[in-house]
């Protein structure tokens, strides 16, 4: 069975930052384009930011670009897929999900359950 699990979020005050990770059982990241969405609430599910197979290429969306920052990395034997999120504003505050493409950037084969961003003002 494949899981993707997203841990790190939380809350934060407005202007700082939290890094979300994302990790994986029963598929390899190096078989996977991995994507951040997000969902605000009464909101619909918007992508944030891409990494491709390699590591080596990175999409942004126009909020994303210049403060959130998506890695591939390796740590031990488990890697994951991080999204570093700098510079946070109240309009961040989202339930933010990672997903899995065996094509670069979507459709999406696998999700995860999603977590909790909340940036105070």
């Known amino acids: 069975e494949v899981q993707l699990v997203e841990s790190g979020g939380g809350l934060v005050q407005a202007g700082g930052s939290l890094r979300l990770s994302c990790a994986a059982s029963g598929l390899s990241f190096d078989d996977y384009a991995i994507s951040w969405f997000r969902q605000a609430p009464g909101k619909g599910r918007d992508l944030v930011s891409s990494i491709d197979k390699t590591g080596v290429t990175k999409i942004y969306v126009s909020f994303a670009r210049g403060r959130f920052t998506i890695s591939k990395d390796n740590a031990d034997t488990t890697v994951t897929v991080n999204l570093q999120m700098d510079s946070l504003k109240p309009e961040d505050t989202a339930i933010y999900y990672c997903?899995?493409?065996?094509?670069?950037?979507?459709?999406?084969?696998?999700w995860g359950q999603g977590t909790q961003v909340t940036v105070s003002s």
């Open positions: 997903a899995a493409s065996p094509a670069d950037f979507g459709p999406y084969d696998y």
